[in-house]
């Protein structure tokens, strides 16, 4: 077990800590529990590239992570009205159309592969930084009201624009499959998954970019 997969399995035990803080209205606590994930990440990151410990256990596990801290702050967050449910839902929905699009195709025998789109790291980005910007707001009784509805907006059409992306990109992975021919393996798409086969590209296990 190499150190980064050590500080990114830590990472993932953060994420019921953080949850239950932010259930608790702990938001100190919930804040600087997703700061403490937030530099984990650069750091196993660093330390992969730096003395040549990525693995691809890694390359599935940090993803998974950073996903799951994402989707568990945004969750807790829409329940508590502190962010809407609409934006919620629509982040969830992606990220379980994508899950959903990748074992079809696993399934049918023409996996895709997976590899960030650039509006797939802005979206990430965007939810990273709303998440901050709430817990921040919470936990130092802060109020950026303009700046949260504007990330709030962002980060909505910035989910919607990379969900119609990814659908296009597989949609062209699987065009033909199953009626006489295959497609040829595209470079086309995304998700935040390792190594995997063919078709929508792969990622480098950095962070939850997909």
Not at 102 to 113: A, D, I, R, T, W
Not at 125 to 132: E, G, T
Not at 143 to 171: E, F, K, M, N
Request: glycine share 10%; aromatic share 8%; proline share 3%.
């Amino acid at each position: 077990m190499t150190i980064p997969n050590l500080i990114t399995i830590l990472r993932l035990l953060l994420v019921p800590a953080v949850v239950l803080a932010m259930l608790q209205s702990f938001w100190g606590w919930a804040f600087a529990g997703f700061l403490v994930a937030g530099i984990s990440d650069g750091v196993d990151g660093f330390i992969a590239r730096r003395w040549n410990q990525s693995s691809r256990l890694g390359a599935y596990l940090d993803p998974v992570a950073d996903k799951l801290l994402l989707v568990s702050v945004f969750v807790v967050m829409g329940f508590a009205g502190e962010l809407p449910l609409w934006l919620v839902v629509t982040m969830v929905s992606r990220d379980g159309l994508i899950v959903c699009a990748v074992l079809l195709s696993s399934v049918m025998s023409h996996p895709v592969e997976v590899k960030p789109l650039f509006v797939s790291k802005a979206n990430t980005a965007a939810q990273i930084v709303l998440a901050a910007l709430v817990l921040g707001e919470l936990a130092f009784s802060v109020h950026l009201g303009p700046l949260r509805t504007a990330l709030i907006l962002l980060t909505g059409v910035l989910t919607v624009a990379s969900a119609a992306a990814y659908l296009v990109a597989w949609l062209r992975h699987m065009s033909g499959y199953g009626e006489g021919s295959r497609t040829s393996n595209s470079q086309t798409g995304d998700i935040e998954s390792g190594d995997t086969k063919s078709g929508i590209g792969k990622s480098g296990g950095s962070g939850a970019d997909a």
